[in-house]
T-cell receptor, first 112, second 110 residues
Framework: DGGITQSPKYLFRKEGQNVTLSCEQN?????MYWYRQDPGQGLRLIYY???????QKGDIAEGYSVSREKKESFPLTVTSAQKNPTAFYLC???????????FGDGTRLSIL | GQNIDQPTEMTATEGAIVQINCTYQ??????LFWYQQHAGEAPTFLSY????GLEEKGRFSSFLSRSKGYSYLLLKELQMKDSASYLC???????????FGKGTMLLVSP
């Protein structure tokens, strides 16, 4: 089955620690996205990538970093510079500009 | 900039019809999407409008008026499983990204 896989489902971070969230898709989609969702809020865009080896900052990129070395993979690193990282993180991909974004099941990040 | 407004919460009864409104002010417009999100889960795609008018998909319909910056999602024959958050998202001038509203939490009661 084609889809988007995010791992882990739950992640805990210690103060001062970087953590990496995985996002893999086998849909052959060019564009991939990372969003953050806080309770009672909509989705806010962190980073997006339209092609391998290229990515752009979204609305809330500070404290985050990404890479896009392969079409299938778009990992997100939450750095220690992100002072309020507790949130639900969603990865998405899309086939084209008139097509909907499809989402992974998300990773819930908490601070120890 | 982009601004998208939706009601925060709505309640309805099983079997009824409910309309969830979305108004937007964006720099450019290239389509509006509706998503459903159950608590703790990922959003799932419901509908897409890029031209004015009504799009129907089974129990769900979505309407768009570009001149008014307005859309609504119509849910008919409500079921308990329709209790969820409904997100309105607009694609602006750049085509590349979506801007999401904060979502409308719909509670369906027996």
């Amino acid at each position: 089955d084609g889809g988007i896989t995010q791992s882990p489902k739950y992640l805990f971070r210690k103060e001062g620690q970087n953590v990496t969230l995985s996002c893999e898709q086998n849909l052959n989609h060019d564009a991939m996205y990372w969003y953050r969702q806080d309770p009672g809020q909509g989705l806010r865009l962190i980073y997006y990538s339209q092609i391998v080896n290229d990515f752009q900052k979204g609305d809330i990129a500070e404290g985050y970093s990404v890479s896009r070395e392969k079409k299938e993979s778009f990992p997100l690193t939450v750095t220690s510079a992100q002072k309020n990282p507790t949130a639900f993180y969603l990865c998405a991909s899309t086939e084209g500009r008139d097509q909907p974004q499809h989402f992974g099941d998300g990773t819930r990040l908490s601070i120890l | 900039g982009q601004n998208i407004d939706q009601p925060t919460e709505m309640t309805a009864t099983e079997g009824a019809i409910v309309q969830i409104n979305c108004t937007y002010q964006t720099s450019g417009f290239n389509g509006l999407f509706w998503y459903q999100q159950h608590a703790g889960e990922a959003p799932t795609f419901l509908s897409y409008n890029v031209l004015d008018g009504l799009e129907e998909k089974g129990r769900f319909s979505s309407f768009l008026s570009r001149s008014k910056g307005y859309s609504y999602l119509l849910l008919k024959e409500l079921q308990m499983k329709d209790s969820a958050s409904y997100l309105c998202a607009v694609r602006g001038a750049g085509y590349s990204t979506l801007t999401f509203g904060k979502g409308t939490m719909l509670l369906v009661s027996p």
